[in-house]
């Protein structure tokens, strides 16, 4: 049975940085991207960040160019997304998932799993 398991969220102010991780298990992969995306409240699920599994060629949503970096240790079947330089509208779920990877910018609306998510509150 896969599960994902993600970890790191808490509240911190605007500017702050948290690390989120996910770990896999009882996973093989279906999909050629993992990554992480966000539901804020009332809000539709954003993409944010990917990692193709076997070549690490990076995704990220334009909302976290610059800020946001997602890195994998294959190692330990975890994926990490580290976040800077925080702001309020980052506030939001974050889930990790397994996905297809975006394509010319356009991410998909689906996903093959996802763990519970970790929350993320940022405030001004």
């Known amino acids: 049975q896969v599960q994902l398991v993600e970890s790191g969220g808490g509240s911190v102010q605007a500017g702050g940085s948290l690390r989120l991780s996910c770990v896999a298990s009882?996973?093989?992969?279906?999909?050629?991207?993992m990554g992480w995306f966000r539901q804020a409240s009332g809000e539709e699920r954003e993409g944010v960040a990917a990692i193709y599994t076997e070549g690490g060629t990076t995704f990220y949503a334009d909302s976290v160019k610059g800020r946001f970096t997602i890195s994998q240790d294959n190692a330990k079947n975890t994926l990490y997304l580290q976040m800077i330089s925080l702001k309020p509208e980052d506030t939001a779920m974050y889930y990790c998932a397994s996905l297809d990877c975006p394509k010319r910018g356009r991410w998909p609306r689906e996903y093959y799993y996802w763990g519970q998510g970790t929350q993320v509150t940022v405030s001004s």
């Open positions: 009882g996973y093989t992969y279906s999909s050629n991207c």
